[in-house]
């Protein structure tokens, strides 16, 4: 056998988590805008968040912010069941060694497959046992092409989240059908006037403190880290 089906394991499994790193990066940030870390150094706020081991505990913790500030938001409430689902998916590989199992019957073809490692109770001892509970090549890319879809979509919710913060006065599109009255609707903390005059003024770029370095967003995503200034959040039009 030659060494390309190992190859194309490791590139799908390493795909697979770099992608997993940017959907818990994603969670943070709605963490962050569902709290009202928009005008605070959100050092402190990030060493506690990652400080929690499980993701798990990180997402109750996002959505316990979320329900406090804004009630219940079909919206995040599909985004959380997503997160759920795909968690449970990272569950599978995070702790998997990759293993070749041989054919057993004609029909068969050498195996390449994540699975328990060998001396765990759980270890396939065969090529139908790791068939029917290994993952694949092509389990992973699935994982990888659904995460790449969560993380946007969280990128989007966190984006709308933050630009509400800067632009109070512009309803948060979230969920289209839901009134200004209702129990399910964003309720908007006050802000200063320093914020809504910079609000005014932003084009595209976020500049937020953090610490010794200065995080940039643009539309929710971000771009880069660069030396900090003393100012807690400046509006940069590019």
Not at 25 to 38: D, E, H, P, R, W
Not at 142 to 164: C, I, M, P, S, V
Not at 198 to 227: C, F, K, M, R, W
Request: net charge positive.
């Amino acid at each position: 056998m030659s060494a390309e089906p190992w190859k194309n394991l490791q590139m799908a499994y390493a795909d697979a988590m770099w992608t997993w790193a940017s959907v818990e990066t994603q969670v943070f940030v709605i963490y962050l805008a569902a709290i009202g870390a928009l005008n605070l150094d959100i050092r402190p706020i990030r060493a506690a968040f990652f400080s929690i081991n499980s993701f798990e505990m990180r997402l109750t913790t996002t959505n316990a912010a979320v329900k406090e500030r804004w009630g219940k938001v079909p919206r995040w409430i599909a985004l959380l069941e997503r997160c759920k689902k795909a968690s449970g998916q990272r569950g599978r590989i995070a702790h998997r060694e990759g293993r070749v199992f041989w054919p057993e019957k004609p029909h068969q073809k050498p195996l390449v497959v994540l699975c328990e490692p060998f001396w765990h109770h759980a270890s396939p001892q065969n090529w139908g046992t790791a068939k029917s509970t290994g993952v694949d090549e092509d389990m992973l890319l699935q994982f990888k092409t659904e995460w790449h879809r969560l993380n946007y979509d969280l990128a989007e919710f966190g984006k709308d989240l933050w630009q509400q913060e800067l632009q109070p006065t512009s309803p948060l599109a979230t969920d289209s059908a839901r009134s200004s009255k209702s129990k399910n609707s964003l309720r908007r903390r006050p802000e200063s006037t320093s914020t809504l005059a910079a609000a005014q003024t932003i084009s595209s770029v976020t500049i937020i403190n953090d610490g010794p370095l200065l995080t940039l967003l643009s539309e929710g995503a971000l771009i880069a880290h660069l030396p900090s200034q003393p100012s807690k959040l400046c509006q940069h039009n590019i």
